[in-house]
C-alpha cells in the first residue's frame, strides 16, 4: 500500500467534548511565535486541517489539538487548535485535554500529586495543573490567559428573527458573543441543539458583519469566532451553550467560554474574586471557575481565570492518506 500522509493521534474527550490531539505527522509552521503560526496555519494549511477534522477521519464536531514546537522560553510544547470549521487561538477544553494526555502518556516528567504543563498558545503562555493519582491525570486546573470584556450591552440585529438582541463581546482566549438563551426561548437541552446550532451560526455571521473586534496585544486576534448561549436561573449553576467552527455544539462547558462570562460577571459586580463559578454544559457536565486578580489588557480591565475539569483518553489512531482516495479533502454532512 502507496501512503502519503501519516499522522498520529490521541483521542480524548473533556467533559464530553472530544479534543483530538496530534503527536505526529503535523507540519512544519513558519512565524516568529505561535500567534505567526496560528496565521500560517489557518492560511496555508487548511487541506490538513480538513484531513484530520473531517470526515471520513474525523466527524462534524471534530476538535483538534496539534502540538507543534514550543517558541516561548519554559512552554513543554506548542498547540495550535483546529475545528471542522477553521482555528481559534485558545481552547480551554482542548488545553486540559491535550494537558492530561501528556501526563498520561508520559510526555512530560511526572510529579504526584501536581504535574504543571506549559503550552505555548496563539493566545499565550497558559499553565494547567494535572492531579495525579498512581501516574494516571484524573483532573486539571487551566490558568487561562487574561479576559475581558470587550464591548457589553451593544444591540445585535437578527434577520431571520426580524429582531434585535442584547449581546455581549467578550474576550476568553478568543472573541465570544455572549448572548441570554431565554431571549430566544432556549432552556439549553440536549433536544435544542440543532436549533441553537442553525441560529448560532447565523448570529456569528452577523456579529462579525455588524461589529469590529480587535485584541490590544495580539493583531491576529481580530474575529468573533464563538457565540455562547447563557442560562443562570436562582438556585441552579449557570449554564451555556457555545456554538463555532461549522456548526459545531460545545459538549463541554467550554473553558474559554466560561472565562469570558467569569469577566464579564466580575465587570458586573456579581463574581467575586476567589468566588467558585460553576458553569454546566448541555450535556450536564461541569466546570468549576474562578477568577484570582485583575489586571489590564490594553485599555481593558482583565481577570485571571481558572478552569478546573476532567479529561480521558478514549482512543489511539494512525490516519493514513491514499492518492487514490476521492475523499481526501475531507466532507462534512451537517
Given amino acids: 500500500m502507496k501512503v502519503g500522509k501519516l499522522v498520529a493521534v490521541v483521542d480524548s474527550h473533556?467533559?464530553?467534548?472530544?479534543?483530538?490531539v496530534v503527536v505526529g505527522g503535523a507540519p512544519v509552521l513558519k512565524g516568529r511565535n505561535m500567534a505567526d503560526k496560528w496565521k500560517d496555519f489557518r492560511e496555508n494549511h487548511n487541506s490538513f486541517r480538513r484531513f484530520i477534522m473531517m470526515e471520513p477521519r474525523g466527524h462534524?464536531?471534530?476538535?483538534?489539538?496539534?502540538?507543534?514546537?514550543?517558541?516561548?522560553?519554559?512552554?513543554?510544547?506548542?498547540?495550535?487548535?483546529?475545528?471542522?470549521?477553521?482555528?481559534?487561538?485558545m481552547c480551554g477544553h482542548g488545553s486540559i485535554g491535550l494537558a492530561s494526555a501528556m501526563v498520561n502518556l508520559k510526555m512530560v516528567t511526572v510529579t504526584e500529586p501536581v504535574t504543571?504543563?506549559?503550552?505555548?498558545?496563539?493566545?499565550?503562555?497558559?499553565?494547567?495543573?494535572?492531579?495525579?493519582?498512581d501516574g494516571e491525570a484524573v483532573r486539571a486546573t487551566l490558568r487561562n490567559v487574561p479576559a475581558f470584556v470587550y464591548t457589553s450591552g451593544c444591540l445585535l440585529h437578527i434577520p431571520s428573527l426580524a429582531r434585535s438582541v442584547k449581546?455581549?463581546?467578550?474576550?476568553?482566549?478568543?472573541?465570544?458573543?455572549?448572548?441570554d438563551a431565554e431571549d430566544?426561548?432556549?432552556?439549553?437541552?440536549?433536544?435544542?441543539?440543532?436549533?441553537m446550532s442553525k441560529l448560532g451560526m447565523e448570529i456569528l455571521d452577523e456579529a462579525n458583519r455588524q461589529f469590529k473586534v480587535q485584541h490590544p496585544l495580539i493583531p491576529q486576534n481580530n474575529k468573533i469566532l464563538l457565540v455562547e448561549f447563557g442560562l443562570h436561573k436562582e438556585n441552579e449553576n449557570a449554564r451555556n451553550c457555545v456554538v463555532f467552527g461549522a456548526s459545531n455544539v460545545d459538549r463541554s462547558p467550554c473553558g474559554t467560554g466560561?472565562?469570558?462570562?467569569?469577566?464579564?460577571?466580575?465587570?458586573?459586580?456579581?463574581?467575586?474574586a476567589n468566588e467558585n463559578f460553576k458553569h454546566e454544559s448541555i450535556i450536564g457536565t461541569v466546570f468549576n471557575g474562578h477568577y484570582?486578580?485583575?489586571?489590564?489588557?490594553?485599555?481593558?480591565?482583565a481577570i485571571i481565570p481558572y478552569i478546573s475539569g476532567e479529561a480521558n483518553i478514549t482512543g489511539f489512531s494512525w490516519l493514513i492518506e491514499q492518492s487514490r482516495d476521492p475523499l481526501l479533502p475531507g466532507f462534512l454532512l451537517n
Avoid: H
Fill in 116 to 133: 504543571m504543563v506549559v503550552l505555548d498558545t496563539p493566545a499565550g503562555l497558559v499553565t494547567i495543573s494535572v492531579e495525579v493519582e
Fill in 60 to 89: 462534524s464536531n471534530m476538535f483538534g489539538a496539534i502540538m507543534v514546537p514550543p517558541v516561548m522560553e519554559g512552554a513543554d510544547t506548542g498547540v495550535i487548535f483546529c475545528d471542522t470549521g477553521g482555528s481559534v487561538s
Fill in 184 to 195: 430566544f426561548g432556549f432552556n439549553l437541552t440536549p433536544s435544542e441543539a440543532e436549533a
Fill in 14 to 20: 473533556t467533559c464530553g467534548e472530544p479534543t483530538r
Fill in 167 to 179: 449581546m455581549d463581546i467578550c474576550f476568553g482566549g478568543s472573541f465570544f458573543a455572549l448572548l
Fill in 258 to 272: 466560561t472565562s469570558a462570562k467569569m469577566a464579564l460577571l466580575a465587570a458586573q459586580g456579581k463574581l467575586k
Fill in 292 to 301: 484570582t486578580e485583575k489586571v489590564q489588557v490594553g485599555e481593558f480591565d
